[in-house]
C-alpha cells in the first residue's frame, strides 16, 4: 500500500491511500500499522513541526518500508522536535527517500536522523541539518547494526559530527557505507567534531564524498576493522590545529586511496601506537600546516606510496612539507614510504625537506638517511593541469608512469590505471587528463589559491 501525507490539506481521518485523501500529520504516521512492500509519501514542499517521526515497523528482505516523497517542488520538511527528526530503532528493511530533516532540538545528544540498533537501512538523498547533535547518527547500543547505506545525503550546520557511526557495546556496526555524501560547516568542537566520523565500525566504506569547512577532521577513522577511503575530496577543514585533518587515522588496516586533501589544517594525520594502514595514490597539496603527519613513534607497518605531496609557499606562507612529529629516526625502519612525490616550492628558503622535532633535511640528504626512505621517490613539481584549480596531471608531468602497481586499478575518476601508474590521485590517458578536467566529476573546480 502507498499512503500520502500532506501538512496543509491532508486529514487524519482520511484513509491516507490517495493525494486527495492523504493523512496530515507526523503522529498518525506514527501511530498507524505498516507491512512489508508499504510506502509512505511526503507532499514535497510541506512542513511538518512539533513531532518526530519514529518509523513504527520493520520491512523485509526484499519488501522494505519506504518513506519518500511525492509531488514538486522543495523536499518536505520535517523538523521535529526535542527528541529529533527522524528515528529508525529495533528496525530492519526500512528505506527513506529525499527527506529534509531539519533539527529544532538543543540537545547535543540528539541527531536529526538516528538509527539505532537496526539493520538493512537505506537513507538515499537524505538531508540532515541543524541539529544540535549530527546531523546522521548510527548508533550501536544492545542490538544489531549491519548493512546500513548512506549515500547522496547532505549533512551541514550540525553542531557535532555531520555523519557518524559509532558503538556503545563489543562489536560495532558492520557495512556502514557512506558514500557520495556531502558534509559541509559541521562541528563546534575542533578536537572531537568531524564531518564523517566512523567509530569501532567493521568492514566500512567511505568512498565518493565531499567534506569541507568543518570544524574537526574532513574525515576520521577511529579504531575501525577492515575501512576502505576512497574517491574522497576533503578540504579546508579545521584550522584550530587540534584535530583537523583531511583525513585523520586513528585505526589499524584502513586503505586510503585515490583521495584529494588539500587546504586542511594538516592534509592527512595518522596517530600514535597505530599500526598497518595503506595511503596509496592520494593527492595532497597545500595544507596549511603540513601535508603529512605521523603522530608519534610508535606506528609501524604503515605503506606509503604512490602518493602527491606538495606545498607552494607563496600560497600557504609556512616553510617545509613533510611533518612528521618524531624524537627518532627508527619510525622509518618500521614503515615503508616510496615512489612519492614531494615538493615544496618557496623562493626563500631553498630545496628543504622538512622533519618536524628531529632536523631538517635536504632531499638527498633526506635519502641518505640510514633508513633509507623514498628510494624511489622524486622531489619535482608534479605539473597539474592548473595550480591550483585542476589537480589532473599534465601531459610530460614527471608523475606519469613513475608509480608502482599496489594493486589499485582505477583512479579518483574511475578510469583504468596503467602499469606502471601515475602517481597521484588522476591517471593521464592517452596523453590527456583522465576523463578529461572538463568531464571530470571531480570537485576540482572548487580548487582555490587560498587552499
Known amino acids: 500500500m502507498t499512503y500520502y501525507v500532506d501538512a496543509t490539506t491532508g486529514d487524519d481521518d482520511d484513509d491516507g491511500l490517495t493525494e486527495e485523501t492523504a493523512w496530515q500529520t507526523i503522529g498518525k504516521v506514527n501511530g498507524a500499522i505498516f507491512w512489508p512492500g508499504d510506502s509512505i509519501l511526503f507532499k514535497r514542499g510541506e512542513t511538518w513541526t ?33 527528541a529529533g527528526c527522524f528515528r529508525i530503532a529495533d528496525k530492519e528493511y526500512i528505506t527513506v527517500e529525499d527527506l529534509d530533516a531539519s533539527g529544532v532540538n538543543t540537545d547535543p545528544s540528539v541527531a536529526a536522523v538516528q538509527v539505532k540498533d537496526s539493520s538493512h537501512i537505506i537513507l538515499d538523498g537524505v538531508t540532515g541539518r541543524d541539529a544540535a547533535g549530527d546531523g546522521f547518527y548510527i548508533e550501536k547500543d544492545t542490538g544489531t547494526v549491519d548493512d546500513i547505506l548512506v549515500q547522496d545525503c547532505v549533512a551541514y550546520d550540525n553542531a557535532v559530527f555531520g555523519i557518524s557511526a559509532q558503538r556503545f557495546v563489543a562489536d560495532g556496526p558492520t557495512d556502514v557505507r557512506v558514500i557520495g555524501c556531502s558534509t559541509y560547516s559541521n562541528g ?13 565500525c567493521i568492514d566500512s566504506l567511505v568512498q565518493e564524498n565531499i567534506s569541507y ?11 575501525c576493522t577492515n575501512t576502505i577511503v576512497e574517491r574522497n575530496a576533503s578540504y ?78 607563496n600560497v600557504v606562507g609556512i616553510w617545509g612539507i613533510y611533518c612528521v612529529r618524531l624524537t627518532e629516526l627508527a619510525w622509518l625502519s618500521n614503515n615503508t614510504l616510496d615512489y612519492n612525490s614531494w615538493i615544496y616550492i618557496d623562493t626563500g628558503n631553498g630545496d628543504t625537506f622538512y622533519a618536524m622535532d628531529d632536523a631538517s633535511y635536504t632531499w638527498a640528504e633526506w635519502q641518505a638517511l640510514p633508513a633509507s626512505p623514498d628510494p624511489n621517490s622524486i622531489n619535482q613539481n608534479p605539473v597539474f593541469v592548473t595550480d591550483y584549480t585542476d589537480l589532473h ?38 596523453g590527456s587528463a583522465s576523463a578529461s578536467a572538463s568531464a571530470s566529476a571531480s570537485p576540482s573546480a572548487s580548487l582555490s589559491p587560498s587552499a
Open 50 to 82: 512539533g513531532t518526530r517521526l519514529v518509523v513504527p515497523a520493520s520491512g523485509s528482505n526484499g519488501s522494505p518500508i519506504t518513506f519518500g516523497t511525492y509531488g514538486s517542488g522543495a523536499l518536505p520538511i520535517l523538523q521535529g522536535d526535542a
Open 188 to 200: 563546534t568542537d575542533s578536537a572531537a567534531h568531524h564531518g564523517i566520523y566512523l567509530r569501532e
Open 393 to 430: 596531471l599534465q601531459v610530460g608531468s614527471p608523475c606519469n608512469n613513475a608509480g608502482e602497481n599496489v594493486g589499485v586499478t582505477d583512479d579518483y575518476d574511475g578510469v583504468t590505471r596503467g602499469d606502471p601508474p601515475d602517481i597521484g590521485a588522476y591517471e593521464l590517458v592517452g
Open 213 to 223: 569547512s568543518n570544524v574537526g577532521s574532513g574525515i576520521k577513522i577511529n579504531t
Open 236 to 313: 579546508n577543514n579545521g584550522g584550530a590545529g587540534i584535530c583537523d585533518d583531511g583525513v585523520r587515522v586513528h585505526t589499524g588496516g584502513t586503505t586510503i586511496r585515490n583521495n584529494l586533501l588539500y587546504g586542511n589544517f594538516t592534509n592527512i594525520q595518522i596517530l600514535d601506537d597505530i599500526n598497518g594502514d595503506y595511503w596509496y595514490h592520494n593527492t595532497l597539496v597545500n595544507a596549511t600546516d603540513s601535508g603529512f603527519n605521523a603522530f608519534g613513534t610508535n606506528n609501524t607497518g604503515h605503506v606509503f606510496k604512490n602518493n602527491i605531496i606538495l606545498q607552494d609557499g
